[in-house]
């Protein structure tokens, strides 16, 4: 479902990724491992099509991502990948409903049939009651649990977090941890989790370490 191929990354002198091919299948919750500054974050942001790789090729679902112009990265991104961020990036001015909505706006969809499936999303979470509420008023777990169905909205191929339980006390960690596999289950969910969480790493359904650039064998 997700392939890359001998992907490098340098910035400046500095060569971040030396050559990473991996493979993650559908429905597959892969944690990605190491050490800091051994290239996590950059191999996600370019799984993620937000940068791109120096040498390399990525597919996704069988899609070329290499050739393809801002405009045409843009609406792949929208329609195929989700991004749940350590720190959740909810629109402070609009509702937890308004931002879980955005993604589906953006890719033009009704407004009405935006707000059933966002509700839909609400409800599957046990967030309906807080619909309205704006994310100053949300607790950080359930500003998290928004944020995953802001993912959730265009039945992305994939979701991509990044260090997603990094803010949160061990109580609501340990419940967005329950939440991925739940969404991994029963929705068939794919997710690439970048994370320093031992747990979670652990209960992910394979484990990739980084370390230098490189994938290594632990």
């Given at each position: 479902?997700?392939?890359?191929?001998?992907?490098?990354?340098?910035?400046?002198?500095?060569?971040?990724?030396?050559?990473?091919?991996?493979?993650?299948?559908?429905?597959?919750?892969?944690?990605?491992v190491g050490p800091s500054g051994a290239g996590k974050t950059t191999l996600l942001q370019i799984i993620g099509t937000l940068d791109a790789p120096d040498?390399?090729?990525?597919?996704?679902?069988?899609?070329?991502?290499?050739?393809?112009?801002?405009?045409?990265?843009?609406?792949?991104?929208?329609?195929?990948?989700?991004?749940?961020?350590?720190?959740?990036?909810?629109?402070?001015?609009?509702?937890?409903?308004?931002?879980?909505?955005?993604?589906?706006?953006?890719?033009?969809?009704?407004?009405?049939?935006?707000?059933?499936?966002?509700?839909?999303?609400?409800?599957?979470?046990?967030?309906?009651?807080?619909?309205?509420?704006?994310?100053?008023?949300?607790?950080?777990?359930?500003?998290?649990?928004?944020?995953?169905?802001?993912?959730?909205?265009?039945?992305?191929?994939?979701?991509?977090?990044?260090?997603?339980?990094?803010?949160?006390?061990?109580?609501?960690?340990?419940?967005?941890?329950?939440?991925?596999?739940?969404?991994?289950?029963?929705?068939?969910?794919?997710?690439?989790?970048?994370?320093?969480?031992?747990?979670?790493?652990?209960?992910?359904?394979?484990?990739?370490?980084?370390?230098?650039?490189?994938?290594?064998?632990?």
């Amino acid at each position: 479902m997700i392939r890359t191929k001998d992907i490098t990354k340098s910035f400046g002198s500095l060569q971040v990724l030396k050559g990473i091919d991996l493979s993650i299948e559908k429905s597959e919750v892969v944690a990605i491992v190491g050490p800091s500054g051994a290239g996590k974050t950059t191999l996600l942001q370019i799984i993620g099509t937000l940068d791109a790789p120096d040498a390399g090729e990525l597919y996704i679902n069988d899609t070329r991502i290499h050739g393809m112009n801002d405009k045409e990265l843009s609406a792949f991104r929208n329609q195929n990948i989700g991004f749940v961020f350590q720190f959740h990036q909810l629109l402070p001015e609009f509702t937890a409903l308004e931002n879980v909505m955005i993604p589906a706006l953006i890719a033009r969809e009704k407004p009405a049939q935006a707000e059933k499936r966002a509700k839909e999303l609400f409800d599957f979470m046990g967030l309906t009651d807080r619909m309205t509420h704006k994310p100053a008023e949300l607790s950080g777990g359930e500003k998290q649990r928004v944020a995953v169905a802001r993912a959730l909205m265009n039945n992305p191929a994939v979701i991509l977090a990044d260090e997603p339980s990094g803010s949160l006390d061990t109580k609501n960690k340990e419940e967005l941890h329950a939440l991925f596999f739940q969404l991994r289950d029963q929705m068939k969910q794919t997710f690439v989790l970048v994370t320093h969480d031992e747990r979670l790493a652990a209960n992910a359904d394979r484990i990739i370490h980084i370390r230098d650039g490189i994938i290594t064998p632990e």
